[in-house]
């Protein structure tokens, strides 16, 4: 909402299953991390600390889960009709955490996938990147050789799809 659509003429969301949950304002009452630069590791550390701190002293009251996914679906509304009246086509992007790699897709990754049908947004699953331990901290992000990975998927998934600089 607030710096547009940067002139992009195409657009990657990525989404992995909590972020049907992880609702948009949800931790609005703490600045979130990496707003601004860090002028290095002291600050990094710094900005860890009071965010835990702050997280032990208010602790905002949970919703309801089908509240925060309609929150996310509402969210993801608002993304899709602010890129398409910048005609700016979406193409929503499911990211399986390492435990689906193994154990198979979510129920969320069907709520995605239906949302995207429902809106005729282009809908495209990460599967077949190898989730080792060289490439994910923990069950969802991904390290450098990970997001590397990543990368390389939405570089070919764009081919053919962009304009000319």
Same mark, same amino acid.
């Given at each position: 909402?607030?710096?547009? =659509? ?5 657009? %990657? ?9 992880? =609702? ?6 703490? +600045? ?13 550390? +710094? ?22 996914? #309609?929150?996310?679906? =509402? ?12 005609? +700016?086509? *979406? ?6 955490? +390492? ?5 198979? *897709? ?5 709520? %995605? ?9 282009? %809908?495209?699953? *990460? ?7 060289? #490439? ?30």
């Amino acid at each position: 909402e607030e710096t547009g =659509t940067l002139d992009a003429n195409l657009a %990657f969301l990525l989404v992995s299953s909590h972020d049907l949950y992880d =609702t948009p304002g949800q931790n609005d009452w703490l +600045v979130p991390y990496r707003l601004r630069p860090s002028y290095g590791a002291l600050d990094d550390a +710094v900005q860890i600390v009071v965010e835990r701190v702050a997280r032990r002293w208010h602790q905002p009251a949970r919703r309801a889960r089908d509240v925060r996914r #309609a929150e996310t679906l =509402t969210a993801l509304d608002d993304i899709h009709a602010q890129l398409a009246a910048a005609g +700016v086509p *979406l193409v929503l992007v499911y990211h399986p955490t +390492v435990s689906e790699h193994g154990a198979g *897709l979510r129920k969320e990754h069907g709520v %995605f996938a239906d949302w995207a049908q429902d809106r005729t947004v282009d %809908f495209v699953t *990460l599967d077949g990147i190898d989730p080792g331990p060289a #490439a994910y901290r923990d069950d969802i992000h991904p390290r450098a050789e990970g997001a590397a990975r990543i990368a390389e998927r939405l570089e070919r998934l764009s081919e053919g799809r962009l304009r000319p600089c």
